[in-house]
């Protein structure tokens, strides 16, 4: 009789450190429920990953659904993979390995399990991570078919194959891209059929399905499918219920099963992800992009990632720093798709307070100079007890990140606004035509016809400078932001640019120093026109919360002009002020810039940052002073 091995299996991770309640919202309508649902099944085998900071949030926060997964662990297979769920490929060596034996420890511990197989985050495969996992002692990973289908393998996908990187091999099981679209969206009766069409007579075709478990309950729609109307529980029956499905667990299907045979694959991960990741915004098999790429598509996930590269390279042996180094590789901040990703700010947030965190452990060196974003050019940090200070001279000598230690807040997480592929495809006014439930993929993007989508020319950093007419602020004469600056001693924090102005040259000389919760800007301007010009320099500073921050003693209004010599934001969250002291009255532009973005849900309107530009009067030359401090309140 002709058999189907179904091999089902979940993924369940939430960003680190990501809400309590939204983290609470996920365990209450798909962890549990899942769990719950499957303990009536005893017969039904499968496998389940969890990232590890998750699977400790729910031993610290619900021991019954702990227990349950405990009590379950005699019917699920446990894999492993990066502790705290980083983009493998994209960290260390000595990273990669630790993080793996890190969540291998707590479920050996816990669940009494020796993992074999791991779960790739984001399926981001690279042929260099394979001596790393086989010193893990992984032997089988998910990826998907597309991996396959991509570089030509098209003939036999129900199966695993092997894969060999200097000679260490290991097996590679493609999930069925057909049952990811389709589980749980279609009826049981259509998974029914479908998983049929795997059937062989030996029984050893694999019907592979490994996804979201928050597809289980999270997703638009699904707790009602899944659980109210009893999808699940259907699902599961099929083990049972229809004599040709039996389900097993990876691990089962790879001992009693051959290798399919060998391949090569590309540095690739799943089809929407070489879409999302692509740069040209072409889209075919053999020209998709990599995940890399968003490395150069935001300039701000590759700042974060560098900056924690920089901070594994000088690591030590202490525990505490080590921790906050991994958590720091975390990979949902670095990317963008269907989930808001890198334009989540409390995303952002999270990995500088780790970044930070680590600052702190490593001795303090007043001025540090070296390439951080491995741009070919040098980054000054200058560093206090209170503050840290990234100088980028090839930015237009601007303030590239300014951490507040205390706190571990970074006050230039910032985000630039861009132009993305599916704002072409936002609506006005769109429904859907039915009640049917589609995959996130397949949401209808609309927006409030009032709304404007704003795109940036330049990054939004602070210590910005450009030169306008007198007449309009928004003629532009000049602008400085991404000129190179020189630096007049490598050991100072003093740099010089030389500019042209309608054929005329220009001098701007920008120096930099920091002391204790101050630092000070000092800026030389001279050039060879006569006529009234003003000149800019833009802050964009980023706040946890806006409707609570006080400007100079009032309540923030979405946009605001000011005359004073002194600029004072009272922000309650970080419990500081933060004062600016200008040389003389300036005017003062303050606004708030959003982003609208993709999320699961639709779209996201987002405050990205509070963007300050402070406007002075001159003429030929110019000799202006800013002075930065944070108070404590």
């Not at 091995?5 to 990501?18: A, T, Y």
């Not at 549990?32 to 610290?60: A, D, M, R, Y």
């Not at 301007?525 to 006569?530: A, D, H, R, W």
């Not at 919360?545 to 004073?564: A, F």
């Amino acid at each position: 009789m002709n058999n189907t091995k179904l091999l089902f299996g979940i993924h369940c991770h939430q960003p680190i450190d990501n809400f309590d309640h939204v983290v609470y919202d996920a365990i209450a309508k798909s962890y549990k429920p899942f769990f719950q649902t499957l303990q009536n099944f005893p017969s039904f085998k499968c496998s389940v990953h969890f990232s590890g900071w998750l699977l400790e949030f729910i031993q610290k926060n619900d021991s019954e659904l702990f227990s349950l997964i405990q009590k379950l662990s005699v019917q699920i297979e446990f894999f492993s993979g990066g502790f705290y769920e980083p983009i493998l490929a994209s960290i260390p060596s000595k990273d990669r390995i630790a993080q793996i034996q890190k969540l291998n420890i707590f479920i050996e511990t816990y669940f009494n399990q020796t993992p074999k197989g791991l779960w790739l985050t984001e399926r981001v495969w690279d042929d260099s991570i394979i001596g790393d996992l086989k010193k893990c002692g992984i032997e089988y990973v998910i990826v998907d078919d597309y991996h396959l289908l991509s570089n030509g393998t098209t003939q036999n996908l129900q199966g695993y194959y092997l894969t060999e990187n200097n000679g260490e091999t290991i097996a590679l099981f493609p999930i069925s891209k057909d049952l990811r679209y389709t589980i749980p969206f279609s009826s049981t009766a259509q998974i029914e059929e479908k998983l049929e069409s795997f059937s062989s007579k030996d029984g050893s075709n694999g019907a592979i399905i490994f996804d979201d478990g928050e597809k289980f309950g999270i997703w638009p729609k699904t707790y009602e499918l899944c659980y109210e109307h009893g999808w699940l529980k259907d699902f599961f029956a099929l083990d049972v219920t229809n004599g040709t499905i039996e389900s097993q667990t990876y691990k089962e299907f790879f001992e009693s099963n051959k290798p399919l045979g060998l391949i090569y694959l590309k540095t690739v991960s799943y089809e929407e992800m070489g879409h999302w990741s692509n740069l040209d915004r072409s889209y075919h098999y053999s020209q998709s992009g990599i995940w890399k790429n968003f490395f150069i598509k935001y300039q701000e996930s590759n700042w974060i990632h560098k900056r924690v590269l920089e901070l594994s390279k000088n690591q030590t042996d202490d525990e505490l720093y080590l921790d906050c180094l991994y958590k720091a590789q975390c990979n949902d901040v670095l990317w963008h798709g269907v989930f808001g990703g890198i334009y989540l700010p409390n995303l952002r947030d999270n990995a500088y307070k780790y970044i930070i965190e680590c600052e702190k452990m490593q001795p303090l060196e007043a001025l540090s100079i070296y390439d951080i974003d491995f741009d070919g050019y040098l980054e000054y940090k200058l560093s206090s007890n209170d503050l840290l200070a990234i100088v980028k001279p090839n930015l237009g000598a601007s303030i590239v990140e300014l951490d507040i230690k205390a706190k571990n807040f970074n006050l230039l997480n910032t985000l630039t606004r861009r132009e993305e592929e599916y704002h072409k495809n936002i609506k006005k006014e769109a429904k859907l035509e039915n009640n049917e439930i589609a995959t996130i993929h397949d949401n209808v993007l609309t927006m409030d016809e009032n709304i404007q989508i704003h795109q940036d020319s330049y990054l939004k950093k602070s210590s910005m400078n450009s030169i306008c007419d007198d007449s309009s602020l928004f003629t532009q004469f000049i602008n400085l932001s991404d000129a190179i600056f020189t630096p007049i001693k490598e050991n100072e924090s003093t740099f010089t640019h030389t500019f042209n102005m309608m054929g005329k040259e220009g001098n701007i000389q920008k120096e930099y120093s920091l002391k204790n919760n101050t630092l000070e800007t000092n800026i030389i301007l001279e050039t060879q026109e006569k006529r009234k010009m003003k000149f800019v320099d833009e802050w964009n500073l980023h706040f946890a919360i806006y409707n609570i921050l006080e400007i100079n003693g009032k309540l923030l209004e979405d946009n605001l002009t000011i005359t004073s010599n002194k600029l004072e934001i009272f922000d309650p969250y970080l419990s500081s002020k933060i004062i600016f002291d200008l040389t003389s009255e300036t005017e003062i532009f303050i606004s708030k810039d959003f982003t609208v973005s993709q999320s699961e849900s639709g779209l996201d309107l987002t405050v990205q940052h509070l963007s300050l530009q402070f406007v002075t009067n001159f003429s030929n030359t110019l000799e202006y002073k800013i002075t930065f401090k944070i108070k404590e309140v």
